[in-house]
């Protein structure tokens, strides 16, 4: 069974298709346009608990980790650097209750679980052991909790602008994946050319609207000649955990 994406940062809207987002940490629609977050507490809140997991995280020598959660539950897979298989924890959601503050119960309650199987003398490694060998499963595919490495544009707010003047897509400076900037360039260029139609005094159109065109083309065209980048590693839909970095990061 292939694991589902719990609350994606944008869903559809039945009446009119459009995409509405989701708070990141709960899941409420009710959000300000541009936000990934319902507020600051609310970002603050799922941070803290995620970072309260690190300690069992790192107690199962956690290679990867991920957390989603549903209406109905929270879920916490761990993939274990020794360990072909997913363990999964996961625990029914309190009506009324945000994701994070279940999530900090089910951190609770297997470590506490964790503890209590040191009694008798047992070791650490056997309690464990045993603790995600409990949890194990074979429904998810080890490889849907490795992020993979997303890479974006770097654009200033100046630059997005450009390209709102000039009507241009990422997708649009990039054809095809490609990554030469010649290709870039040429894109821009079409873009200009379009909208110059358009806005040209000669034709009609506005002269400040045709000045503002001419230098966002320009620009582009500059920044083309040496495009800057952001990576990191995230899954879709859920949050990541690298044991490598012990960082968790939001999902896509």
């Not at 358009?198 to 920044?223: R, S, T, V």
């Not at 995230?234 to 490598?244: F, Q, T």
Request: charged content about 30%; some cysteine; hydrophobic content about 35%.
């Amino acid at each position: 069974m292939e694991r589902k994406p719990t609350y994606s940062p944008e869903v559809r809207n039945g009446k009119n298709g459009r995409s509405k987002a989701r708070c990141l940490a709960c899941g409420t629609e009710e959000m300000r346009g541009g936000r990934r977050y319902c507020s600051k507490e609310c970002r603050k809140q799922i941070n803290w608990v995620l970072s309260l997991s690190k300690g069992l995280l790192r107690t199962f020598n956690a290679r990867y980790a991920a957390f989603s959660f549903t209406d109905e539950h929270v879920i916490l897979d761990v993939l274990p650097v020794w360990s072909k298989g997913i363990s999964r924890f996961i625990l029914r959601r309190t009506p009324g209750r945000k994701p994070a503050e279940d999530l900090k119960d089910l951190i609770l309650s297997s470590g506490e679980e964790w503890y209590s199987l040191l009694e008798g003398k047992n070791s650490r490694s056997y309690a464990t052991l045993v603790l995600l060998e409990k949890n194990h499963t074979n429904e998810v595919n080890p490889s849907q909790i490795m992020p993979s490495r997303l890479t974006r544009l770097r654009l200033s707010k100046q630059h997005r602008e450009y390209m709102k003047i000039l009507k241009l897509t990422h997708e649009d400076l990039f054809p095809n994946g490609s990554s030469w900037a010649g290709d870039t360039q040429h894109q821009i260029k079409l873009a200009y050319k379009r909208m110059a139609k358009i806005h040209h005094p000669d034709k009609g159109g506005d002269a400040e609207k045709f000045k503002a065109l001419n230098e966002a083309h320009q620009q582009m065209l500059i920044w083309a000649e040496n495009p800057q980048f952001t990576c990191r590693k995230a899954l879709e839909g859920c949050w990541s955990y690298d044991g490598a970095a012990n960082k968790w990061v939001p999902p896509l």
